[in-house]
């Protein structure tokens, strides 16, 4: 039987991007130095929700942590469903995301990938992405009893108003504070410059990176992006990342000099929506690849550069709460949707891929607006796939395969 | 040329032969356990139906959840493609479908063409589907095929208002200590089938002429509930059943 050709590739070690090993080597790094003991380490650390402003904490030296890609990293590894079976037997509701119970769960117990992350020495949760934090990051505030600090961000449905951003510059300060008090010295605006630059220069690098899958054939997938992802997140502000992502670019614009695709055959262009599904990362790419069909963009990783037009480099901090408030995911529906119809456009997309996210809620609300928005403005088709990011138990491999199939025949 | 198209559902697998755009035969039997034999099965069973040889079909397509299994097959297509092309073949007017199988409920749009516009599936859940009525069935000890007629004595349909299975068969206990009558209550299961599958197809944009595929097809009294919704007729043709089967023997042929 033929239902998917197989493609034969004798280009296949070609392809592979050769960046990928010095960034297992950084993130290796990164968690063996946030793991060393703290009386060798000296640093102070910190967790820090995906979407919060990490750059003051580079600059007062101080390691921050994400809970949410070690999430990623347990989803990848497929330990989600004990970790998150262990927060249920907790108490913890399964319609809780599942980031937040496999974090809470994997504090309890000596375990998980890398054995568990590093203690906190504080916590700083900002809620532009989510409600869901909040809650999440006081349960650990409580677990491990070290201070919190809380930068609350309101939702920017279409427009951002002088109120809020009197309130959010007011919060910023307040943040300053707590990291003074938190690691008993100065803030250090000399070195917050450096950090903010850094910190910019990291996002334009990764959205020109994100921009080379514009040429046909793509020199990477989203499923590529989703890997390279983790450097933007955890080491933003950093010359590391800086350094590492102009190798990354010089390696695409390479690849597209030379016409070297991710896809054997890509005849298909797609967009992805929402979270990846970090257990079934390499299924997925290869399902949609035996289907020459090329995720060429997401709205996932591109959310890390979503604020870059409110950012000022002559006054980082300045502008920061409004930056931080106005990412992708603290927008509204029509903002969101004309997101993806711009991508779409910008990367000649024939179809939308819209992965209904059980455990995120702000992210997966709106999606059928926004499907039924995209389908009216653009007249492609769509797909929306019902999954989790972590927990398993919420995948089906064969509706899954069926509806990727039924899509994949539309778009015939 | 002679094309087949075998179909293997949850619970049914079906199989069609064509000759140029005409349907030669059609042969349905029970899934199983094994649906790789199943296809098989039904795929022989339709030869010899016809008493010829299978050396004489020029390509087979698989369907269904158990496509994949099919090895005899020489392309496997989603039963969504496959139930737009049979939907258009039996009916070329046909706009929309809605599929109610065993374990799984779909609608799709299509064009003049019998080309899949858009589709929506709810295959996560039992309510909605061929399931959803079996374990009704069970709890008011009614033959499921006699369902449909007795609906049609309703003079009003009970309310059932949980969309899940385990909840709407609690309530029909409670409708049935209540004293609710049998058939108000058999009424309000189709009500209840119909809200929820027109609420999906809708979100699809489903329009007229609308056909009905699918197992459940046979259910008149689901037929009336989702006309009650869809506020239009539905066309029900005899080979309701077939279609997925029927669009395969003519995928085969493209
Ligand atoms: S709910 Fe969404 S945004 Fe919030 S932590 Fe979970 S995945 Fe992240």
Request: aromatic letters at 8%.
């Amino acid at each position: 039987m033929a239902s998917v050709e197989k493609i034969v590739d004798p280009d296949k070690a070609r392809r592979k991007i050769k960046a990928d090993r010095r960034m297992r080597e950084i993130m290796a790094n990164y968690y063996m130095e946030a793991k060393t003991p703290k009386a060798q380490r000296g640093k102070k650390i910190a967790w820090i929700t995906s979407g919060g402003p990490v750059e003051p904490l580079h600059a007062m030296d101080v390691i921050p942590i994400y809970p949410e890609n070690y999430g990623a990293m347990i989803g990848a590894s497929k330990m989600g469903v004990p970790l998150c079976e262990k927060s249920e037997e907790m108490g913890y509701a399964r319609d809780l995301c599942s980031y937040a119970r496999a974090d809470i769960a994997c504090a309890t117990v000596a375990g998980g990938p890398i054995g568990g992350l590093p203690e906190p020495d504080m916590l700083v949760c900002c809620n532009n992405i989510c409600g869901t934090v909040l809650k999440w990051y006081e349960v650990q505030a409580r677990y491990y009893n070290v201070p919190l600090f809380i930068l609350d961000t309101p939702i920017t449905h279409t427009t951002f108003n002088d109120d809020m951003r009197r309130y959010v510059t007011r919060q910023s300060e307040e943040y300053i504070a707590f990291l003074e008090m938190a690691c008993g010295r100065r803030f250090d605006y000399d070195r917050m410059k450096t950090v903010g630059d850094l910190s910019i220069r990291g996002q334009q690098l990764w959205q020109e990176i994100l921009d080379t899958t514009m040429h046909k054939p793509a020199p990477m997938t989203c499923f590529d992006a989703f890997f390279h992802l983790a450097m933007i997140v955890t080491l933003r502000g950093t010359q590391t990342a800086v350094d590492y992502y102009e190798m990354l670019l010089a390696e695409m614009k390479e690849r597209v000099a030379q016409g070297i695709g991710m896809l054997p055959v890509e005849k298909y262009r797609l967009v992805w929506d929402n979270l990846p599904i970090w257990y079934r990362l390499r299924w997925l790419s290869e399902k949609f690849m035996e289907r020459s069909a090329c995720l060429v963009a997401d709205t996932y990783t591109s959310g890390w550069t979503s604020w870059m037009p409110y950012v000022d480099q002559t006054d980082f901090l300045g502008f920061m709460g409004e930056s931080y408030a106005r990412i992708f995911l603290n927008s509204g529906t029509d903002l969101m949707a004309e997101n993806i119809v711009r991508m779409v456009k910008k990367y000649d997309a024939h179809g939308v891929v819209f992965h209904s996210n059980r455990s995120c809620k702000p992210y997966s609300f709106g999606q059928y607006d926004i499907q039924r928005i995209v389908q009216k403005k653009l007249g492609i088709p769509t797909l929306m796939i019902e999954a989790d990011m972590v927990d398993e138990r919420s995948f089906s491999e064969s509706q899954v395969e069926t509806r990727i199939d039924a899509f994949i025949e539309m778009l015939g | 040329m002679i094309t087949a198209g075998v179909d293997v559902g949850s619970i049914s697998a079906k199989a069609a032969i064509v000759q140029d755009g005409e349907l030669l035969t059609t042969c349905v039997i029970l899934t199983g356990y094994n649906s790789r034999d199943a296809g098989r099965q039904v795929y022989d069973q339709a030869l010899a139906q016809l008493t010829m040889q299978a050396g004489r079909i020029d390509k087979i397509v698989a369907t269904g959840y158990g496509r994949n299994s099919i090895d005899f097959a020489d392309k496997a297509v989603t039963e969504i493609t496959c139930h737009a092309a049979g939907a258009h073949y039996l009916d070329p007017q046909i706009r929309s479908i809605i599929d109610i199988g065993g374990q799984d409920s779909k609608a799709i749009v299509l064009d003049d063409t019998g080309r899949v516009k858009d589709f929506t599936m709810n295959d996560k859940c039992a309510a909605g589907t061929g399931r959803f009525l079996e374990v009704m069935a069970r709890a008011l000890q009614v033959d499921l095929d006699a369902f449909g007629t007795l609906s049609l004595a309703a003079d009003k349909a009970a309310p059932i208002s949980s969309l899940c299975t385990v909840f709407a068969e609690s309530e029909v206990i409670s409708l049935i200590a209540k004293g609710a009558s049998r058939v108000n209550i058999i009424a309000g299961i189709h009500a209840s089938i119909g809200a929820r599958v027109v609420s999906m197809a809708k979100r699809i944009g489903v329009r007229p002429p609308v056909m009905m595929t699918g197992g459940v097809a046979k259910n008149i009294g689901v037929v009336r509930a989702l006309e009650a919704k869809l506020a239009t007729t539905l066309r029900v043709s005899e080979y309701a059943q077939l279609t997925g089967a029927i669009g395969a023997a003519l995928l085969a042929a493209r």
